[in-house]
């Protein structure tokens, strides 16, 4: 791999270049010395770009106060992490937060450059990391939220995700053999019917399946591949025509990140996504390029898989398989939590559960394993008045990304706009059904705009002579059972004049009526 890296090296964009003068994983040594000479003194390929191996992202419109990025495999996170991560963000008062992520992940803010080596020492202290969850790294990867919990999985995927994630990233240690991927990789693994995980937009995702093996009907997975969205280009993902067992998981995704390392395009990096190599390549050549790096013959796909429900959001309370214990639900609006919120949420899975929580691709948190016998002391908490188990049709499928307010690649503020956009159409039409209304800041699509009933992307528009933040919809992405992708269906909305426009897209077409009537 080097000595391909060397002959391109005259052609190799200034983040090639970058990779390949220092490994971002180097940075980690640096650590004490970042903190000693502050933000402004770094090295500025350092501060803006290989600090993001390590999780912690410059952000120019909060000069000083840094983003860090967790890994939380299937989305799993104690009490006692929790509460680190409140005592983290509290100490940067109203610069702190936390926000929930579309990939089942918390993104910290406010933080500061002379705290980092005390913050990697309390993660590692609960057993966390934030390695190699940025840049052209593979991002956390996501499962069933209720993994080992809903009655009717097929398979508890949890362990496989934890494998996976340990074979990248070397148990959480940092892994140079997948620190120079050509761009970011996501990797997603289903155990249950209802394509939770949003199989289509990533680059590998395993689906339940059955095939017959030697004349016997065996459980795994069937494999997609290619899925993603950028301000380029977005693609669903396609079938690799691939089934394997649960045992061979972490080698495929070994095996394709490999294959993806090694002759995935870098030049342009527009074009360095997974599904370029495909189109240049063709599937049956990407196969059989998978099959020789991982030293046998695969089988091929299962006629059908397993997804046959629709896409639940599992916000309410749900009897567990285990008998006599619930999970909960709860809404967090637009993912957002403050340093209160986290303690509060720490401490009622420790006195009503089993001290775990977990985070949705919607950007909520179930609470599991709460007895019968205190189901209804946990639904009178305080906490739930704020952090809905039941909530209003529009509110309960809202998602957003972190829009202007913290990130410098965002058009448009996004998370306040939409709760207020959200509050205000709820005061004038009744809904009579969720309706998935994504809103994201710009074309990078973090906020999966092209999957949501009503997607939203922020843009800049021109109105009475001036340039404004606006937006341009997007309709008809599908999840679930026969997921597939929508499209944009009007450009440049100011989002001054956008009330109106989401008022009479919900009346036509989500059968929502007007409170005036």
């Not at 089988?299 to 629709?310: G, H, L, R, S």
């Amino acid at each position: 791999m080097v000595s391909m890296m060397t002959e391109q090296a005259p052609s190799l964009n200034k983040f090639e270049k970058l990779k390949v003068e220092k490994d971002g994983l180097a940075v980690k040594a640096d650590l004490e010395q970042f903190a000693q000479v502050g933000w402004e003194a770094m090295d500025e390929t350092d501060r803006d770009h290989r600090l993001k191996w390590l999780g912690i992202f410059f952000r120019p419109v909060t000069p000083g106060k840094f983003m860090m990025r967790l890994r939380l495999p299937s989305g799993i996170i104690s009490s006692a992490q929790m509460r680190v991560l409140a005592e983290i963000v509290q100490r940067y008062g109203e610069d702190g937060n936390a926000d929930v992520t579309t990939r089942q992940n918390l993104q910290l803010r406010g933080i500061r450059i002379e705290d980092l080596p005390d913050i990697f020492q309390r993660l590692a202290n609960v057993e966390m990391t934030s390695v190699q969850s940025g840049m052209d790294n593979v991002r956390n990867i996501t499962a069933s939220p209720v993994a080992g919990l809903d009655g009717d999985e097929l398979i508890d995927v949890r362990g496989l995700v934890q494998q996976v994630q340990d074979m990248i990233t070397n148990s959480g240690q940092g892994n140079p053999e997948f620190t120079n991927l050509p761009r970011k990789f996501n990797i997603a693994i289903e155990g249950g019917r209802d394509n939770s995980i949003h199989a289509e937009i990533n680059d590998i995702a395993f689906i339940p399946a059955f095939q017959v093996i030697e004349g016997e009907s065996q459980l795994g997975f069937n494999v997609v591949v290619g899925g993603f969205f950028s301000a380029k280009r977005c693609e669903a993902a396609i079938p690799l025509n691939v089934w394997v067992s649960p045992a061979e998981v972490v080698a495929l995704c070994r095996a394709i990140l490999e294959v993806y390392r090694d002759h995935g395009l870098r030049a342009n990096r527009q074009k360095a996504r997974l599904m370029w190599l495909i189109d240049e390549w063709g599937i049956e050549q990407f196969r059989a390029s998978v099959e020789e790096q991982i030293g046998h013959a695969l089988y091929p796909a299962a006629v059908k898989d397993e997804i046959d429900w629709e896409k639940r959001d599992h916000i309410g309370v749900y009897p567990q398989k285990q008998a006599g214990l619930n999970y909960v639900g709860i809404l967090i609006p637009v993912g957002r939590l403050y340093a209160s919120d986290l303690f509060e949420l720490a401490r009622i899975a420790e006195v009503y559960g089993s001290s775990e929580l977990r985070l949705t691709l919607e950007q909520n948190v179930i609470i599991p394993n709460i007895p019968d016998t205190r189901l209804e002391a946990f639904l009178q908490e305080p906490l739930l008045e704020k952090f809905a188990v039941n909530p209003s049709p529009l509110m309960r499928s809202l998602v957003s990304c972190t829009g202007s307010q913290f990130c410098n690649f965002a058009l448009i503020e996004t998370k306040n706009r939409a709760l207020a956009m959200i509050k205000e159409l709820e005061a004038e039409i009744e809904a009579p059904q969720p309706v998935r209304i994504h809103w994201t800041g710009c074309p990078n699509s973090c906020a999966q705009p092209q999957v949501a009933d009503i997607g939203l992307m922020g843009t800049k528009v021109r109105k009475n002579g001036k340039t404004v933040e606006g937006v341009d919809i997007y309709m008809g992405g599908k999840v679930g059972k026969d997921a597939h992708l929508g499209a944009c269906v009007t450009k440049g909305i100011p989002c001054d004049d956008l009330k109106p426009v989401l008022h009479n897209l919900l009346i036509e077409h989500f059968g929502a009526r007007s409170k005036a009537v």
